[in-house]
């Protein structure tokens, strides 16, 4: 419970939570199991997995694929209970469908309001639009609401959730990286990917194994080809795959560059040195998916430094104190 509860208990935070279940599953769905050959996964779909259910153990090859891909609702729930308590939770799909059946259970015993969709087309739901309205309505009606957590990365929500803190609440979001939208991240008080939540860990890789056939041929063909042509095809593809930084490599310095701005931009010329807590402050303001955690630092005093080649810190009196070496 965060710190202002247990200071104000008369007044404490009260969340409301709308998930659209859907939109949740099916990216986790695709992002575990993506053609790594296409760049827009369509797994779902193309296995037909909503008319199938969730089993570790079947002779359905589907429902394996959505035991693997299956979405922690509890740590979903135990997160937005982070923020306050939970007066209001609201999931919304079509549960007659087998793959969200399956989660109707743990819903349930979570008190999750289950808001049934029938398809009014043959992919929509109209999630989106009931989501959208009964946000507002419940914010207009309860008017203690302090926060609005927002499950689903869809572009849609960003009308709904530049509505909610004009309305004076404060809007979490929580989507599966790779399937959320930048601009919904933006307008977000606190952004958080599913894959960064306390409990979950990121999406399993599958190993993509060569045909035997092919990987035989493969192996004639080096063997055939010249010491000197092979030797050189090697160093070509090594410099290639060293170019191209990996997707952890390209977080790591989107919050290097993250850091560079927000001390930028909190510069003071009355002193240089700024403290870390007003720091780090700026750059969730900036980007609201910032979590050092999620980057592999226990602390953000951590994270700073181990950008030492990009600013300089100071510990005066506890305070962890920071300012850029190329002012």
């Not at 740590?75 to 939770?89: E, M, N, P, Q």
């Not at 059946?101 to 999750?112: N, T």
């Not at 990286?177 to 991240?185: K, M, N, Q």
């Not at 870390?276 to 910032?290: E, N, P, T």
Request: with cysteine; hydrophobic share 40%; net charge neutral.
């Amino acid at each position: 419970m965060p710190a202002t509860d247990l200071a104000h208990p008369a007044s404490p935070a009260r969340v409301a939570v709308y998930i659209d279940f859907d939109n949740v599953v099916i990216s986790r769905y695709d992002q575990v199991h993506r053609d790594p050959k296409r760049t827009r996964s369509d797994a779902w779909r193309s296995d037909n997995a909503k008319e199938h259910a969730a089993a570790d153990e079947s002779d359905d090859p589907i429902a394996v694929k959505l035991a693997e891909a299956r979405v922690d609702m509890g740590a979903l729930l135990d997160y937005a209970a982070s923020f306050g308590t939970v007066a209001i939770a609201r999931a919304y799909a079509d549960w007659s469908v087998p793959a969200n059946a399956a989660y109707r259970r743990q819903l349930v015993d979570r008190a999750v309001d289950l808001t049934q969709l029938f398809p009014v087309s043959g992919t929509k739901n109209g999630a989106d639009i009931r989501l959208a309205v009964d946000a507002i309505e419940d914010l207009l009606h309860y008017t203690d609401l302090t926060h609005v957590v927002i499950v689903g990365g869809d572009s849609d929500y960003i009308a709904v959730a530049q509505r909610c803190k004009q309305l004076g609440r404060s809007v979490i979001g929580v989507g599966v990286t790779g399937s959320t939208s930048r601009a919904l991240i933006a307008a977000c008080d606190v952004f958080s990917h599913y894959d960064d939540l306390p409990g979950v860990g990121p999406a399993p890789t599958r190993r993509v194994t060569t045909a035997p056939a092919a990987e035989k041929k493969a192996e004639q063909k080096i063997e055939s080809a010249p010491a000197a042509k092979t030797i050189k095809k090697t160093a070509a593809q090594r410099a290639a795959q060293k170019a191209v930084p990996t997707a952890e490599e390209t977080r790591q310095q989107e919050a290097t560059n993250l850091l560079v701005r927000a001390l930028r931009n909190s510069d003071d010329s009355d002193d240089e040195w700024l403290y870390g807590g007003g720091v780090k402050s700026q750059m969730q303001r900036m980007d609201s998916s910032f979590k050092e955690k999620s980057l592999g630092f226990s602390s953000f005093r951590a994270f700073l430094e181990s950008r030492s080649h990009i600013a300089e810190t100071d510990t005066e009196g506890g305070h962890v104190r920071v300012r850029l070496r190329d002012r």
